[in-house]
């Protein structure tokens, strides 16, 4: 399977806990992204790498959201001391290089955390 | 401000008949828009996308959209609906230039084909 990877699929945790996700894109896709996506809403851009540069990053992310991408292939996407109101789909996406801005996304299965 | 608004939650049809999902979008300068599809227990998958040149766009699986500047819309939709067809849809945004790399995506719409 050549798609984009998560894991954990499932990761469930107690409130206060540290949280690493990985994701693993397209192989040759240097564009990365992070997003949330909570029950009936649309994904929100969390984060958005360029090969191993983190160019963006939501305002609405707290400082206990972290995010890396050391080689410009895998990405982490760390959530410390978490609380329930992060309980949420997490979804990673990759893209190709080139074509500007409007190369179409491939979105992974998503890390679904649970916060209790 | 990149905004996008799916008006609809639900959308049912009959299968066979047309359908329609609707997305109307604010963005500053030129719009980037496109659709995803999102299956139970699967990831988002693209669909099509606008970008510039002719407004009616095709895209996967027999789907089409309607770009329409004067409207800010961009509309979903296919001559004929299957129960496969049942399933979220989501439209996104882009503006250029934007000054961000940020992707807007609506609510979604719930599409559901009855047989």
């Known amino acids: 399977d050549t798609g984009v990877s998560q894991d954990p699929r499932h990761k469930i945790t107690k409130r206060g806990q540290n949280v690493t996700f990985r994701c693993d894109p397209i192989?040759?896709?240097?564009?990365l992204y992070w997003y949330r996506q909570t029950l009936g809403q649309g994904p929100e851009f969390l984060t958005y790498?360029?090969?191993?540069?983190?160019?963006?990053k939501s305002r609405l992310l707290s400082d206990r959201f972290s995010a890396e991408r050391p080689k410009g292939s895998f990405s982490t996407l760390e959530i410390q001391r978490t609380e329930q109101g992060d309980s949420a789909m997490y979804l990673c996406a990759s893209s190709p290089r080139g074509g500007g801005a409007y190369n179409e996304q491939f979105f992974g299965p998503g890390t679904r955390l649970t916060v209790l | 401000a990149q905004s996008v608004a799916q008006p609809e939650d639900q959308v049912n049809v009959a299968e066979g008949n047309p359908l329609t999902v609707k997305c109307t979008y604010s963005?500053?300068?030129?719009?980037?828009l496109f659709w995803y599809v999102q299956y139970p227990n699967r990831g988002l998958q693209f669909l099509l996308k606008y970008i510039t040149g002719d407004n009616l766009v095709k895209g996967s699986y027999g789907f089409e959209a309607e770009f329409n500047k004067s409207q800010t819309s961009f509309h979903l939709k296919k001559p004929s609906a299957l129960v496969s067809d049942s399933a979220l849809y989501f439209c996104a945004v882009r503006g250029d230039p934007s000054g961000t790399y940020k992707y807007i995506f609506g609510t979604g719409t719930r599409l559901k084909v009855l047989a």
């Open positions: 963005v500053s300068g030129n719009p980037y």
């Open positions: 192989s040759e896709h240097n564009r």
């Open positions: 790498f360029q090969n191993e540069a983190q160019l963006e």
